[in-house]
């Protein structure tokens, strides 16, 4: 049964008591490519350069079995990308997984932008508020589809449906699947899908 989804943001993040500077998407990938953060695992969202989220193995897993699906299910002009950088006008994501146009030959020299990639996914442990918030990221961007794999609950939050309200693109439809509910995949006019069930780990016997 689907169910809507609660994308409360009122939460702000704690700003702290120093002066702290925003960055450009340029001025980000001048830092990255000039490796002044090191092995510092970091993304810029909405002009802050943040830490990514510590991953476990289960998360990890997830994400492996998510690529995996994927790559039997896409059509040719599409592929599955893992933890890398998509471009937007303010931030720079790493979703877990992203479904992009093209083959990896067409991002040598650049990265993806927003209208390249049919659905970015999160695989969700302990993360899901910010995950959440995320979506605003993620439709600013052009991304036509986000889903949250939330380990937690054993759902998928979907957001779809973009729209432009006064200029500003949002998600128009928000969802929660369970189970053997379809996540749906649109490519080129083509519909594939996975059920739910497919994109989550077996539950621990006694759950």
Known sequence: MSLLV???TSLEPLMPPYPVQRFTV???LEIAAAEVLGD?????LEGWIVPKMVRNSLHDGTVDLIEQLLHKLLADGW???????LVSE??????????VRGTPRDYFSKHPQGSDVAVAIEVAVSSINRDRRKASI?????VAAYWIVNLQDRCVEVFDSLLSNDGKAQYSRQRV?????????TLDGRECSLTCNQVLPEPVSGS
């Open 6 to 8: 609660s994308t409360d």
């Open 26 to 28: 340029e001025q980000y």
């Open 40 to 44: 510092e695992r970091v993304e810029l």
């Open 79 to 85: 592929y599955a990308r893992s933890q890398k950088a």
């Open 90 to 99: 303010d931030s720079v994501p790493e979703p877990d997984v992203a479904i």
């Open 138 to 142: 993620y439709a600013r961007a052009g």
């Open 177 to 185: 699947l369970k189970d053997e509910e379809r996540l749906e995949i």
